[in-house]
């Protein structure tokens, strides 16, 4: 893989013609430094964020062990790739013989459930193991978090009791477990879902010996600047604290945005002006799912040699499928003098974008190329770099990239 000093240095040297990702192994490392130091358990990477094997290594050399895998596919790549790590099947349905073959084949003991069907199977598959971590998935809100994952999964508060009874009779190790729901934007989604989970622990009178937070943990977005991560690690702390659970019972976390937003980013081309519409050579069926299903915007940069003296406008993107929903709303900042040929850097893709990317129409031609400059914003360096508009000034990109 092609190593450049800069996303600008690179798009004014190589003028690629593909989208190209970017990807910046050091961020990912600072953010998993940055869990396994200052967050109070055990923290493991939910892998569905971004698959990438290359991440996978750094995300290992950081010194993430556990990893919180969702099917069969998910759970050999890791498997293959990090042979010395623990894996944890967390996805509340799963088929049997997947839990069949992650049991047996690949060591696989902690299992996550929100049903009595579910506790049947993971049963049945494992041929009534005795060495089994079982995480009921309690439901909880999702309303302090950008993205919902309160309706698809989680035992609702009428059947917990139940469940967690049965799965402690079954379980070597009992676990509860929940979603905030992604990109959690207050540390009190935490609290509430912890107070949720002290309820249900109180009603079926069992002991715990895990708790586990799930993901939700926030990265950094025009209009979403949370607050600091230190401050949803002393709210679960203290929370954690306070449950009535086993003196030795642990804490886990399974961040997947948290950890690999800031991994990667993406040059596109303008390939077409029309107005504030540039028609760009990546899109919805690329990397830019979210920025188009779901309107999330990402920072954006114009990459010339000579800074654009131009005022910012908004801009919306189109992407280069025949598809109309291949469009990004945005609004994207940018300057008024961006035309056909320029080169733009969307920042701030490592976290379900890539990990998104189709083949649809002929345009999964994507070059990739190591970085060593900063992303365009980061949450663990003490201060949010993004500035309040979502231009990223390049001359202070480049400044700290020279250090
Ligand atoms: C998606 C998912 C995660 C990661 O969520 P983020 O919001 O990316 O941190 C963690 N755990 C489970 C069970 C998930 O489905």
């Known amino acids: ?87 944890c099947f967390m996805h509340p349905v799963k088929a049997e013989e997947a839990i069949e073959e992650a049991y047996f084949k690949h060591g696989v003991r902690v299992f996550s459930l929100d049903s009595l069907e579910e506790l049947s199977k993971i049963l049945r598959a494992t041929r009534y193991a005795t060495d089994l971590t079982l995480c009921v998935r309690i439901r909880v809100s999702s309303d302090l978090s950008k993205l919902s994952l309160a309706s698809k999964f989680g035992v609702g508060p009428g059947e917990t009791k139940q469940l967690l009874f049965a799965a402690r009779q079954a379980a070597d190790t009992l676990g509860v477990c ?40 926030p990265s950094v977005y025009p209009g979403m600047e949370p607050p600091a991560l230190e401050r949803y690690f002393e709210t679960i702390h203290r929370a954690f604290e306070s449950l009535p659970i086993s003196y030795s019972a642990e804490l886990w976390a399974e961040p997947g945005r948290a950890l690999c937003a800031e991994y990667s980013s993406l040059i596109v081309r303008v390939e077409r002006r029309r107005g504030t519409e540039l028609y760009i050579n990546d899109g919805a069926y690329g990397a830019l799912f979210d920025a188009a299903h779901i309107g999330w915007r990402f920072p954006v940069n114009l990459l010339r040699e000579k800074d654009s003296q ?81 231009v990223v000034r390049l001359d202070e990109v480049r400044r700290r990239a020279m250090r």
Not at 13 to 18: A, C, K, N, S, Y
Not at 40 to 64: E, F, H, Q
């Open 178 to 217: 929940f979603h905030v729901g992604s990109q959690a934007m207050s540390p009190e989604a935490y609290a509430q879902a912890m107070e949720r989970v002290r309820i249900a622990i109180v009603e079926a009178k069992v002991t715990v010996d895990v708790v586990d937070v799930g993901g939700g943990f």
């Open 1 to 87: 893989m092609h190593k450049h000093h800069s996303a600008l240095g690179l798009a004014t040297t190589l003028r690629p013609v593909q989208p190209v990702t970017l990807i910046r192994p050091h961020a990912a490392s600072r953010a998993a430094r940055f869990f396994v130091e200052k967050f109070p358990g055990l923290t493991m990477y939910a892998v569905k964020a971004n698959p990438s094997p290359d991440l996978l290594r750094v995300l290992w050399d950081s010194g993430i062990t556990h990893y919180d895998v969702a099917s069969i596919a998910e759970v050999r790549l890791v498997a293959r790739t990090l042979p010395g790590a623990k894996l």
């Open 310 to 390: 131009a005022e910012t406008e908004a801009f919306s993107f189109y992407g280069p499928t025949c598809d109309d929903l291949d469009h990004m709303a945005g609004p994207f900042l940018l300057p008024a003098d961006v035309r056909e040929g320029d080169y733009l850097e969307i920042g701030m893709l490592g976290a379900y974008g890539s990990a998104m990317r189709t083949a649809f129409n002929g345009f999964d031609a994507v070059e990739t190329a190591i970085v060593t400059d900063d992303p365009m914003a980061t949450l663990y360096d003490g201060m949010v770099v993004l500035p309040a508009s979502n």
